[in-house]
Nanobody, 125 residues
Framework: QVQLVESGGGSVQAGGSLRLSCVASSSSVCMGWFRQAPGKEREAVASIYRSGTSTYYVDSVKGRFTISQDNDKNTVYLQMNSLKPEDTAMYYC?????????????????????WGQGTQVTVSS
């Protein structure tokens, strides 16, 4: 069982930055950030393979968000720059011990076994 605790959400104006953190109780092979806005499906934002050799970003955040990790601390980060109102959502950290399709758009949310409680990000125009 892996427990995940997110932090770093908040309210910012468009163009601002936030850094989300997710601390895991133990190491995982694949970690990702997902978001869900009211009335919308949960979508993958970014993911990373433990080795750090592979990352994935949804097109809408490429060039603005960066996923990184500190394996010694079992922590994954999501640096979010140039935030837009459409980035407003609850952001969730997810982790799994399965490596298949990690850091790939093919890996669906339901393939992750461990989830955090979420942290709210609100971007005002």
């Amino acid at each position: 069982q892996v427990q995940l605790v997110e932090s770093g959400g908040g309210s910012v104006q468009a163009g601002g930055s936030l850094r989300l953190s997710c601390v895991a109780s133990s190491s995982s092979v694949c970690m990702g950030w997902f978001r869900q806005a009211p009335g919308k499906e949960r979508e993958a934002v970014a993911s990373i393979y433990r080795s750090g050799t592979s990352t994935y970003y949804v097109d809408s955040v490429k060039g603005r968000f960066t996923i990184s990790q500190d394996n010694d601390k079992n922590t994954v980060y999501l640096q979010m720059n140039s935030l837009k109102p459409e980035d407003t959502a609850m952001y969730y950290c997810a982790a799994d011990l399965e490596a298949n399709f990690c850091a790939s758009p093919s890996r669906p949310p339901q393939s992750y076994n461990y989830w955090g409680q979420g942290t709210q990000v609100t971007v005002s125009s």
